[in-house]
């Protein structure tokens, strides 16, 4: 996980960063370009499209200069990139490729009617949903809206390749579990996992009824357990606390310290807690 000095979703919103010059300088880079290329390939691999010989509508998220759109079209599919950035696009629009492009920001939704694609790829643009450039934007928000909607856009049995930089365990289980509140079936694969600069993470998440491979096959590659929980997990959990266990009580001190956390993680101003945090009132009449 990278630091945070070091992140360009950090500094400002990506229409910005990717500006004219930013998107000059990501074509031209040509390790940048490698880079990109070998990430889109193994998104298509853990896509895990049939083999048998038809083309694939697959959608392209965060498409910026058309890189991964180049390496589905290379494999015989058809594609359609979306992206916030309007210097990117133009870019990608230059290269003259057979997708389509679209300018649209991922946290306002996927703008395809439902069922429409057989797949979903994105490198390297998940992460900026977890960070808020304004107010208004809510990170928890930005991801529901954007996995409601992608889940309602693809056909029934298909799946969504993310690879993404996750600032630390918790965006993890924030986008995790977001995801499957949306209807996914969510696991983590960790490329080269032992090794600081090379480790790659990809969010492999699975539309409708599907079974779910023990194993992914690809090199270096090891597939984590999501944060979700079966419910015989849970059952099983439960049995070995002696019980369902009990909610904090309403107003409770504890249940005052959670709803702050999550005020916090929304960004909303919250009091420090105090020796008086949620002590009754005495009543004066």
Request: net charge positive; aromatic share 8%; with cysteine.
């Amino acid at each position: 996980m990278a630091d945070l000095g070091s992140r360009p979703e950090t500094t400002g919103p990506p229409q910005l960063f990717y500006n004219a010059t930013e998107a000059r300088k990501y074509q031209g880079n040509s390790r940048m370009v490698n880079i990109q290329t070998k990430l889109s390939e193994r998104a298509l691999e853990l896509l895990n499209l049939p083999d048998d010989g038809h083309a694939r509508l697959l959608l392209d998220i965060g498409c910026g200069t058309a890189l991964s759109g180049e390496v589905l079209e290379e494999h015989g599919h058809y594609w359609l990139g979306m992206d916030i950035s309007r210097d990117m696009l133009g870019i990608a629009r230059e290269r003259e490729l057979e997708g389509d492009l679209v300018q649209a920001d991922m946290g306002e939704g996927v703008p395809f009617r439902p069922g429409v694609f057989d797949g979903a790829v994105s490198v390297s643009a998940l992460q900026w949903l977890c960070n808020a450039d304004t107010k208004e934007q809510v990170p928890q928000k930005r991801l529901r809206v954007f996995f409601d909607s992608l889940y309602a856009s693809l056909a029934i049995g298909t799946r969504a390749v993310f690879q993404f930089y996750p600032a630390n365990a918790d965006q993890i289980k924030l986008i995790s579990q977001t995801a499957m509140r949306s209807g996914f079936t969510s696991r983590l694969v960790v490329d080269y996992p032992n090794s600081t600069k090379a480790k790659k993470f990809f969010l492999c998440l699975y539309c409708g009824p599907q079974p779910i491979p023990q194993k992914i096959d690809g090199l270096q590659g090891e597939e984590q357990p999501s944060d979700g929980m079966t419910r015989r997990k849970k059952r099983a959990l439960q049995r070995e606390r002696g019980g369902k266990g009990k909610r904090n009580a309403v107003k409770s001190r504890d249940w005052v310290k959670a709803k702050k956390e999550r005020q916090k993680k929304q960004g909303k101003e919250v009091r420090p807690d105090s020796k008086y945090t949620a002590r009754s009132r005495r009543r004066f009449l």
